[in-house]
């Protein structure tokens, strides 16, 4: 079983820059494909981006394309998401997940979850 433990989020305004970064445990990530979600108040959880096993391949909401970049360092068994121009509606609560399938969108294709770090951009 792989732990899952977010840091990073904080309070920035608009058009800053913030690393979110996702330190696991129990299990090497190296296993798993790694995503990004995120849930803002009375929205339900969307997905942010996902990267494969060996960091080869990536995939991002259309919302965030060109201004978020999800990475992963196996040997650190952490996954990053840098985010950058970050506008009012990026704020939300992030998890990182990890997942058996790649290439997936899907909350519910995701086992293993953190336990959320809040994003806020203020105008």
């Known amino acids: 079983q792989v732990q899952l433990v977010e840091s990073g989020g904080g309070l920035v305004q608009v058009g800053e820059s913030l690393r979110l970064s996702c330190a696991a445990s129990?299990?090497?990530?190296?296993?798993?494909?790694m995503g990004w979600f995120r849930q803002a108040p009375g929205k339900e959880r969307e997905f942010v981006a996902t990267?494969?096993?060996?960091?080869?391949?990536?995939y991002y909401a259309g919302s965030v394309k060109g201004r978020f970049t999800i990475s992963r360092d196996n040997a650190k068994d952490t996954a990053y998401l840098q985010m950058n121009s970050l506008k009012p509606e990026d704020t939300a609560v992030y998890y990182c997940?990890?997942?058996?399938?790649?290439?997936?969108?899907?909350?519910?294709?995701?086992?293993?979850w953190g336990q959320g770090t809040q994003v806020t951009v203020s105008s």
């Open positions: 129990g299990r090497t990530i190296r296993l798993y494909v």
């Open positions: 997940a990890a997942s058996n399938f790649e290439g997936s969108t899907m909350d519910r294709a995701y086992d293993h």
């Open positions: 990267i494969n096993r060996s960091g080869s391949s990536t």
